[in-house]
């Protein structure tokens, strides 16, 4: 009793201050909500409140953004339940993310709560655990605020953040542009300031591509740093978990909590990940006397973006690096056909499969029993129609067994290991520290089924210069750079050796610094 009454007379004094708090909680980092949460100064529950009356106003109303579609109910009681724990006990140290909110991406499990990864077949299917990650994050006391829209089972097919699940995810710096993908409402829900951080998944350019379209902070590891068990595979010769973030320091605590080795994924056995500490390696100062390599491959798509990166080549300078110009083999234009889609059309089946199989007793146990009701669901012609594409795309791999294929062996076993060596030897040939691109080469593109003219992209494929990342498993990092007419963001990257996860980071972190 006596330990209520402290808590209730702490809530009183700290709701004087509540309003001033939250005029400045849309500009926290999470280095200043650890802050204050420590001192006192600011509680759980009002975070939590004020992230959930974000979404309230501009979720499903207000701009519509529709990055958010499932939301955790107990959200307030296990903010409460940290701030009496806090109360009794305000000298304890507490983990980094501890009492501090964040959203996942809806192919992420969560115990208890819907993980449809995008698919209305899969609205009933409640996973009996949580994702490694998201566990991770919730063993160190961060609370889950709800679940993120995405691009149809982690592939867009043309209709960027649609699934038959949440519907289109916008972008909220344009509307009438959609938030990229697969990780649309992940990046959209951060930009929004629906949540200060949210993981999402990168096998092909997931988490860059729509960090790049809504001015946020994206990184894909090197492959196994961030465990994958839990997360609805795409193709796990590709994927990997990560976040998306509002700054590179916040990037750096985020990562430094969900990053280690994980016994259920063995890609992540391989990993040294104690070896690398993201937030003590920030140094503004990290770019000077370094060479970056600036890839021009990938230019010419659309002349905004390349001014974009026209000056931020200049602000490498200004940074104290030296810039060189690196123009790759043709072969690293090609990934997607080369490398990608055929591993990728090989894997899905079999690796999904495996992951249903984990799933309840009423949810399907094949891909061919997931397409039974899909296209049942199609038929109805209801407002939870899937992308026709994405249903073709599907249906074409359910008639796809070749994991034992010999082009498919020997992509995992020359193509890819050929690959590294060769960009790792560009690089030491050049002596360059990172390689440095437009994230993707065009801005967001115009929501499927809204018109707008503005938008130019002569790039057959804007994810193009992303698959250099994915095919290596080496580390990428998306910073924002400026932003053109119609108020779209437009990011740039800066790619290194495998393990470089960490001075990677840095040097995003010291590009942005002013």
């Known amino acids: 009793m006596q330990s209520i009454k402290k808590f209730v007379a702490w809530s009183f004094v700290m709701f004087a201050a509540s309003a001033q708090a939250d005029v400045a909680i849309d500009h926290m980092t999470l280095a200043d909500m650890r802050q204050a949460l420590n001192n006192g100064r600011i509680t759980s529950e009002q975070l939590v409140r004020h992230y959930l009356d974000n979404i309230r106003a501009n979720n499903h109303q207000g701009q519509n953004i529709n990055a958010l579609v499932t939301i955790n109910e107990a959200a307030i009681e296990q903010a409460r339940k940290w701030d009496a724990q806090r109360a009794n006990n305000p ?8 009492g501090i909110p964040f959203v996942a ?20 299917s409640l996973p009996n655990q949580d994702a490694f990650t998201v566990k991770k994050l919730i063993d160190g006391q961060a609370i889950l605020l709800g679940k993120a829209n995405m691009s149809e089972l982690a592939a867009s097919f043309g209709w960027f953040g649609y699934s038959s699940f949440g519907g289109q995810t916008l ?12 990780s649309s409402g992940s990046a959209a829900a951060v930009a929004a300031k629906f949540a200060p951080f949210a993981l999402g998944s990168d096998t092909s350019g997931s988490i860059r591509a729509p960090a790049s379209v809504t001015g946020t902070v994206g ?37 430094d909590a969900i990053k280690g080795q994980d016994n259920s994924d063995s890609a992540t056995l391989d990993v040294a990940s104690d070896r690398i500490q993201f937030e003590q390696a920030l140094d503004r100062t990290s770019l000077k006397g370094k060479t970056i390599g600036v890839i021009t491959n990938f230019k010419g798509a659309n002349p905004e973006v390349d001014a974009v990166f026209t000056a931020a080549q200049e602000t490498l300078a200004k940074r104290g690096a030296h810039v060189v110009a690196i123009d790759l083999p043709k072969g690293f234009e090609t990934l997607w056909s080369d490398v990608l ?23 399907p146990r094949t891909l061919e029993g997931f397409l039974g009701l899909a296209r049942k669901n199609q038929a109805e012609n209801g407002p939870h129609g899937m992308n026709p594409a994405r249903l073709a795309g599907l249906e074409a791999l359910s008639k796809t067994n070749s994991t034992d294929s010999p082009l498919y062996i020997s992509i995992l076993s020359r193509k890819i290991p050929q690959l590294r060596a060769q960009l790792m030897g560009i690089m030491q040939k050049n002596k360059v520290d ?45 910073v924002p750079a400026g932003t053109i007419k119609g108020n779209l963001p437009v990011g740039v990257s800066f790619l290194g050796g495998y393990g470089e996860d960490a001075k990677v980071v840095s040097f995003g972190y010291s590009f942005l610094e002013r």
């Open 341 to 363: 889609g055929p591993v990728g059309e090989s894997e899905f089946k079999p690796q999904f499969e495996r992951y249903l199989a984990t799933l309840g007793a009423n949810q």
């Open 105 to 124: 991406k809806d192919n992420f499990d969560t115990r208890g709560m819907v993980t449809s990864g995008g698919s209305y077949v899969l609205r009933s």
């Open 171 to 182: 972008n909220p710096n344009n509307t009438k542009r959609d938030a990229s993908g697969s």
């Open 434 to 478: 990172s390689l440095f691109f437009a994230t993707i080469n065009c801005p967001a593109s115009v929501v499927h089924g809204v018109t707008d003219d503005s938008y130019v992209c002569k790039a057959g494929d804007t994810y193009a210069s992303s698959y250099i990342a994915s095919a290596t498993g080496f580390p990428e990092i998306t």
């Open 91 to 98: 000298a304890a140290e507490y983990a980094p993310l501890a």
């Open 219 to 255: 990184f894909r590891p090197s492959l196994g740093l961030i465990s994958r068990s839990g997360i609805i595979p795409l193709s796990l010769a590709f994927d990997t978990g990560g976040v998306i973030t509002r700054s590179v320091v916040d990037q750096a605590i985020v990562l």
